[in-house]
């Protein structure tokens, strides 16, 4: 039996999927005391997994224009990884312009 699989897709796709599950678990990991500094060493984990998501997920969709096998995996990859960015970057806006409302108003 031939199978065909598009692993940049999946790739892409999984990496989507574990973002968020990444940002959910440093959102967790920020109410527990000690633990709540775990958070910024998942920071870069998080970033470097989004890059390779929306990376995969261009490699796998022109991939798929050929085999026509993992295109829907590839833009889900994609963007599920580009919304983390946007979300992660509004929240980032969000915390630096309440730190400094917060001094400004001291």
Same mark, same amino acid.
Request: glycine share 12%; with cysteine; hydrophobic share 60%.
């Given at each position: ?36 500094? &775990?958070?910024?060493? #998942?920071?870069?984990? +998080?970033? @470097?997994?989004?890059?390779? !998501?929306? /990376?995969?997920? *261009? %490699? ?21 990884? &580009?919304?983390?960015? #946007?979300?992660?970057? +509004?929240? @980032?806006?969000?915390?630096? !312009?309440? /730190?400094?409302? *917060? %001094?400004?108003?001291?």
């Amino acid at each position: 039996m031939d199978e065909q699989s598009n692993t940049m897709a999946t790739v892409s796709m999984v990496s989507g999927v574990a973002i968020w599950v990444l940002m959910a678990i440093n959102f967790c990991l920020g109410f527990i005391p000690i633990l709540n500094m &775990l958070g910024f060493l #998942l920071m870069p984990v +998080m970033f @470097l997994v989004g890059i390779a !998501g929306v /990376v995969t997920g *261009i %490699l796998g969709f022109r991939q798929s224009r050929v085999s026509s096998i993992g295109g829907g995996a590839s833009i889900f990859g994609v963007v599920s990884c &580009l919304a983390w960015f #946007l979300v992660e970057g +509004m929240l @980032l806006i969000f915390a630096f !312009g309440l /730190v400094a409302f *917060i %001094l400004a108003t001291q």
